[in-house]
């Protein structure tokens, strides 16, 4: 079956401090994979997606860069966090018409 | 980025009644999905529907995909307190384009 694993659970970062949060699919190749951002209470926030590697997508001009150095791979960072960065990421994977999310992860800049 | 107009934003109910939300779109959609998103967690597919005018359940859940192609519903009945989150309908424009309502907020009265 497949899985999808994203890490850190949470994270709090000083300002000026670079960001590397990463995610992972198992039991499926070549996915569509996405990195969207959640403000507390409020809708997703499509950041990128890649529909293989070395393929990177943005949506959103923003302090964050994306990279897919291996198929299941997708890898979401900032050189220097800004306090607006702060928020809830989450990683998902799409297959055959259906959308599979990682746990998330909180992220706090102070 | 465009997104799918989903309603009510937020519903105050009591345990036991029925919930009613649902999603428009001016685009037509081969596939509506909907979740359910726990505080701190990723979302969860409930139900994913395929054709216009399939309805699907879910135990107490379901949906129906409409038969222009641009809406669909999701009912909860005999509600209960776990039924408490926020609950999104998404749909594929393509086979890696994935668009998302904002959220509906589901508040069980004490």
């Known amino acids: 079956s497949q899985t999808i694993h994203q890490w850190p659970a949470t994270l709090v970062q000083p300002v000026g401090s670079p960001l590397s949060l990463e995610c992972t699919v198992e039991g499926t190749s070549n996915p569509n994979l996405y990195w969207y951002r959640q403000a507390a209470g409020r809708g997703l926030q499509l950041l990128f997606y890649?529909?293989?590697?070395?393929?990177i997508s943005s949506e959103v001009p923003q302090n964050l860069s994306a990279s897919r150095p291996q198929d299941r791979q997708f890898i979401l960072s900032s050189k220097k966090l800004l306090l607006s960065d702060s928020g809830f990421y989450l990683c998902?994977?799409?297959?055959?018409?259906?959308?599979?999310f990682g746990q998330g992860t909180r992220l706090t800049v102070v | 980025g465009q997104q799918l107009n989903q309603s009510p934003q937020s519903m105050f109910i009591q345990e036991g009644e029925d919930v009613s939300m649902n999603c428009t779109s001016s685009s037509i959609f081969n596939t509506w999905l909907w979740y359910k998103q726990d505080p701190g967690e990723g979302p969860v597919l409930l139900i994913a529907?395929?054709?216009a005018g399939e309805l699907t359940s879910n135990g107490r859940l379901t949906a129906q995909f409409g038969i222009t192609r641009k809406d669909s519903f999701l009912n909860i009945s005999a509600s209960i307190p776990s039924d408490v989150g926020i609950y999104f309908c998404a749909g594929f424009l393509s086979n890696y384009q994935l668009i998302w309502g904002a959220g509906t907020k589901l508040i069980i009265k004490p």
């Open positions: 529907l395929y054709k």
């Open positions: 890649s529909v293989g590697i070395g393929q």
């Open positions: 998902a994977w799409t297959s055959q018409g259906k959308a599979f």
